[in-house]
C-alpha cells in the first residue's frame, strides 16, 4: 500500500508556469506506475500524463502534450508534473494516483490516490 500527499498547487496568471510534486509514503513507491489526473467543477476526472516504475515509459493527453512534463525520483518517492504556458482551462483540481500497471490512463486503473492539490489560473 502507498499513501500519495500533493503540493505544490495555487493560483497562476495564463502563460505562467507551476510544478506539483506527490510525495509517496511506503518502500514500494518505486514497483508502481504513477499518473497525473485532473478534476474540473462539474466535468469527470481526466487523464493528464503518466510514467512508468523507472521512468522510461511517459504519456500525456493531447491537451497537455509540449506543456507538461512528468517525471519521478525513486530516491525520494517523488513524483512531479512541471507545467508550462498554463491556460485557464488547465484550472481544476490535480490528483496524483498509482497503478500497477504502465500505461493505463482511465482512472479505474490506479489503486492508490491522494488528496488533490487545486490549481487556478487566471486569464
Known amino acids: 500500500q502507498v499513501q500519495l500527499v500533493e503540493s505544490g498547487g495555487g493560483l497562476v496568471q495564463a502563460g505562467g508556469s507551476l510544478r506539483l510534486s506527490c510525495a509517496a509514503s511506503g518502500r514500494t513507491f518505486s514497483s508502481y506506475a504513477m499518473g497525473w489526473f485532473r478534476q474540473a467543477p462539474g466535468k469527470e476526472r481526466e487523464f493528464v500524463a503518466a510514467?512508468?516504475?523507472?521512468?522510461?515509459?511517459?504519456y500525456y493527453a493531447d491537451s497537455v502534450k509540449g506543456r507538461f512534463t512528468i517525471s519521478r525520483d525513486n530516491a525520494k518517492n517523488t513524483v512531479y508534473l512541471q507545467m508550462n504556458s498554463l491556460k485557464p482551462e488547465d484550472t481544476a483540481v490535480y490528483y496524483c494516483?498509482?497503478?500497477?500497471?504502465?500505461?493505463?490512463?482511465?482512472?479505474?486503473?490506479?489503486?492508490?490516490w491522494g488528496q488533490g492539490t487545486q490549481v487556478t489560473v487566471s486569464s
Open positions: 510514467i512508468s516504475w523507472g521512468g522510461g515509459k511517459i
Open positions: 494516483a498509482a497503478a500497477y500497471s504502465t500505461g493505463v490512463m482511465a482512472p479505474r486503473e490506479y489503486a492508490y
